[in-house]
C-alpha cells in the first residue's frame, strides 16, 4: 500500500527565513508521481508541482524548490525566504496510477512578521 | 474556463437526511475524484471515476454513492447523514493516469 508522511505537522517561521518541509512515501511501483499542494487560509487546494519517479531533476520555481530524492523515498519542499503569504498548510501526494491519490496529513506553515 | 466547480459552498444537515454534493468540470479530463479533508487526516479519497460509467471505492467509501452518465459531472450523494460525515468535501479532475489533480473550492458540511 502507498503511503505519505509528512512528520513535521506545524512549523513557525519568522519571515525571511528559509524553511524546509519533509516528505518521505513508501511506494512497491516503479512508476509513480508526487504532487505538493499548498491549502491558505481561505481554503482552496492550490497545485505546485508534479514529479514523475523517472526524474529525479530537481526543480527551482522562484522562491521554491522541490529536492527529489528516490534512494531515500523523499520529495522535499523548500521555501526561501519566506514571506507571511507563504502561510498555509502543504499537503505531500502520491499516485501510482489510476488516480488513487494518497495524500500526507499536511504541515501548517506560519510566517511570523 | 471554469475549472472545477462544485455545489454548495456550504451546507447543514439532519442527521438521516440525504442530499447530493455537485461537481462539473469543464476540461474535458477523463478522471474525477471525491475526497473529504478532517483535521488532521489530510485527504480522503471516498470515491474516483475513470471515465463516464466507471466508478470505483476510494478509502473512506461507506455512507456515500456516485456515478458519471457524462465526462463533466460526478455527484456525491450522502445516502442517510450521520455526523461523522461533517467534513469538507472537495472534488477533483485530472486529465489521465498520474496527472495533476485540480480541485473544486470546496463544500462545508455540517451534519447535526
Known amino acids: 500500500a502507498q503511503k505519505v508522511t509528512q512528520a513535521q505537522t506545524e512549523i513557525s517561521v519568522v519571515e525571511k527565513e528559509d524553511v524546509t518541509l519533509d516528505c518521505v512515501y513508501e511506494?512497491?511501483?516503479?512508476?509513480?508521481?508526487l504532487f505538493w499542494y499548498k491549502q491558505p487560509p481561505s481554503g482552496e487546494l492550490v497545485f505546485l508541482i508534479r514529479r514523475n519517479s523517472f526524474d529525479e531533476q530537481n526543480e527551482i520555481s522562484g522562491r521554491y524548490s522541490w529536492n527529489f530524492q528516490k534512494s531515500t523515498s523523499s520529495f522535499n519542499f523548500t521555501i526561501t525566504a519566506s514571506q507571511v503569504v507563504d502561510s498555509a498548510v502543504y499537503f505531500c501526494?502520491?499516485?501510482?496510477?489510476?488516480?488513487?491519490?494518497?495524500f500526507g496529513i499536511g504541515t501548517k506553515l506560519q510566517v511570523i512578521p | 474556463n471554469a475549472g472545477v466547480t462544485q455545489t454548495p459552498k456550504f451546507q447543514v444537515l439532519k442527521t438521516g437526511q440525504s442530499m447530493t454534493l455537485q461537481c462539473a468540470q469543464d476540461?474535458?479530463?477523463?478522471?474525477m475524484s471525491w475526497y473529504r479533508q478532517d483535521p488532521g487526516m489530510g485527504l480522503r479519497l471516498i470515491h474516483y471515476s475513470v471515465g463516464a460509467g466507471i466508478t470505483d471505492q476510494g478509502e473512506v467509501p461507506n455512507g456515500y454513492n456516485v456515478s458519471r452518465s457524462t465526462t463533466e459531472d460526478f455527484p456525491l450523494r450522502l445516502l442517510s447523514a450521520a455526523p461523522s460525515q461533517t467534513s469538507v468535501y472537495f472534488c477533483a479532475s485530472s486529465s489521465g493516469v498520474g496527472g495533476t489533480q485540480y480541485f473544486g473550492p470546496g463544500t462545508r458540511l455540517t451534519v447535526l
Open positions: 511506494t512497491r511501483d516503479t512508476t509513480y508521481y
Open positions: 476540461m474535458n479530463h477523463e478522471y
Open positions: 501526494a502520491l499516485s501510482e496510477g489510476y488516480q488513487k491519490v494518497t
